[in-house]
């Protein structure tokens, strides 16, 4: 393959007419800004950034010394580029507008700065997740209710992976392209072009350790998957769960299959636990742009319209046939139960 940046590749894109000048120099930056939390991560204990940084999230959960740099360095990255109205993170409550002394652009970033946090002390791959939304027309003063907008909305989404090497995963909506950081000249290269995920799979990826809080369609779903090739899939499949969201998603757009995270009834308040937003609406751009599909069990992710920031979600991602079987039981389901209610 030739050698081909990532600045190039925008470029080029841009004098395609696939992108302005804004969201290249946000892409830009926000490759930047990983860059900067791809060291961070590979010093490990060396740099003194492992443990908890003694700290809670939103959402209830302890925030990792590694979630607050990472952050800190996507908010300070971005603040002053004028390409950003406002950003949006898992660490804080409320969106963050861009600060007066800078100018405002017409973009909305939504980020989980560190997926997978808990991984971080075992010195297991993690990653940072991105989505970017227009701000809608006329807005002078972004606010939370204008980031819920439907994946569909989404103009960019990509990951960086932060494994054995640091990957850009990216789409700006012309399919899924993957760069690969050159650490000793600090560039992200194109290494795969136009990834695609394999329509078919024998590869699940879930916390079999819920499995006693799931819903009954999900129970049978899983049961028919474990049958093997004498079950009615007629099929024997492998598993794999590495606890970091972005790094099974990167399985899973190598060589295909599916990832899950559903409903349980662990915790009745909570209909999922990832969140809709900044990692299931971006892997679903991501995945859908590499020929896979992602839902909720019952209807496309990326139609879901949100009604909050920090909203979660059950999903479902990866090859296509299987997303598409996950979610026919889940609909025959429901179509039961509602005929039994007749
Ligand atoms: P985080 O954003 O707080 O790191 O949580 C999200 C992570 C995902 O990366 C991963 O798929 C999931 O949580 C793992 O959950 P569990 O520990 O329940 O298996
Ligand atoms: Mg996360």
Redesign the pocket.
């Known amino acids: 393959m030739q050698n081909i940046s990532l600045t190039r590749y925008l470029i080029e894109e841009q004098r395609e007419d696939r992108i302005g000048a804004d969201l290249r120099l946000l892409i830009e930056v926000v490759a930047r800004a990983c860059k900067t939390i791809s060291v961070a991560v590979g010093k490990g204990a060396l740099g003194g950034v492992l443990g908890e940084a003694g700290s809670g ?1 939103i ?1 209830g ?1 302890a925030q990792k010394k590694l ?1 607050v740099i990472a952050n800190d360095v996507l908010l300070e990255a971005n603040a002053w580029g004028g390409h950003l109205a406002a950003c949006a993170s ?1 660490e804080m409550d409320h969106c963050h507008p861009i600060p007066d002394v800078y100018p405002r652009g017409n973009y909305l970033l939504l980020f ?1 700065p ?6 971080i002390d075992v010195n297991v791959s ?2 940072t997740i991105f989505s970017v939304l227009r701000c809608p027309e006329g807005v002078t003063q972004a606010a939370d209710e204008h980031f819920l907008q439907p994946g569909t909305e989404q103009v960019s989404a990509g990951y960086c992976i932060y494994g054995p090497s640091t990957m850009l995963v990216l789409t700006i909506g012309n399919g899924t392209h993957a760069f690969t950081l050159d650490r000793e000249m600090g560039s992200f290269m194109l290494t795969q072009r136009e990834m695609r995920v394999p329509a078919a799979t024998k590869e699940f ?1 879930i ?1 079999m ?2 499995q006693r809080h799931w819903e009954a369609p999900m129970q049978d779903y899983v049961r028919d998957l474990l049958a093997g090739e004498t079950g009615p899939r007629g099929k024997n499949f492998n598993m794999r ?8 998603v990167h399985r899973i757009l190598t060589r295909g299959g599916i ?1 899950i ?1 559903p409903w349980d009834r662990k915790d009745p308040t909570k209909v999922g ?3 809709l937003m900044y ?1 299931a609406n971006p892997m679903s751009l991501l995945i859908e742009q590499a020929g896979g599909a992602s839902s909720n069990g019952r209807m496309r992710m990326m139609e879901i319209v949100p009604t909050q920031l920090h909203q979660r979600v059950p999903v479902f991602l990866g090859s296509r046939e299987e997303v598409a079987k996950a979610t026919e039981y889940h609909l025959a389901h429901d179509a039961k139960a509602t005929s039994a209610v007749a």
């Open positions: 999230n959402q959960e979630d898992e989980d560190l997926d997978g946090s808990s991984n993690v990653g990826a916390n350790s819920n769960w590495i606890a970091s969201m972005v790094a099974d990832f995270y636990k990832l969140r990692e």
